[in-house]
């Protein structure tokens, strides 16, 4: 089964790390994504641009509003993603227990993914 893992980090906290420790973590995550390519868990994954830089869409009163920054205000913000294969959620969170973020302070959320059909 496929997991989706979610990784926020705090982007001032990150931004106000020394440079070294900046390098420090990166390298962990190169390690970290080396590892889950070689045991098979990986399918996908990718670190974001930062939430200054994205656009948020609504659906109002029949129309389409889009907005500058994330969508909710909040003190983490969403840095990356991996889809990880697992045999159970126990696995899927025993690998996303070992992302680097959650060493600086930051948060992963682990979610099943429910494969959608392609259209007919």
């Not at 893992?5 to 190169?30: F, G």
């Not at 590892?35 to 868990?41: A, D, N, T």
């Not at 990718?46 to 509003?65: F, I």
């Amino acid at each position: 089964m496929q997991y989706m893992v979610l990784i926020y980090d705090h982007e001032a906290k990150w931004e106000s790390l020394p440079a070294q420790e900046q390098e420090r973590v990166m390298t962990e995550y190169r390690e970290f994504t080396t590892g889950l390519v070689k045991s098979g868990h990986f399918r996908s994954g990718d670190q974001l641009a930062p939430s200054a830089t994205a656009k948020s869409l609504r659906g109002r009163e029949g129309k389409v509003l889009a907005t500058d920054g994330p969508f909710a205000e909040t003190r983490e913000q969403l840095a990356g993603y991996y889809l990880v294969e697992a045999r159970d959620m126990d696995e899927a969170v025993a690998l996303a227990g070992r992302i680097p973020s959650l060493r600086i302070g930051g948060s992963v959320e682990v979610r099943p993914v429910i494969p959608m059909s392609a259209p007919a």
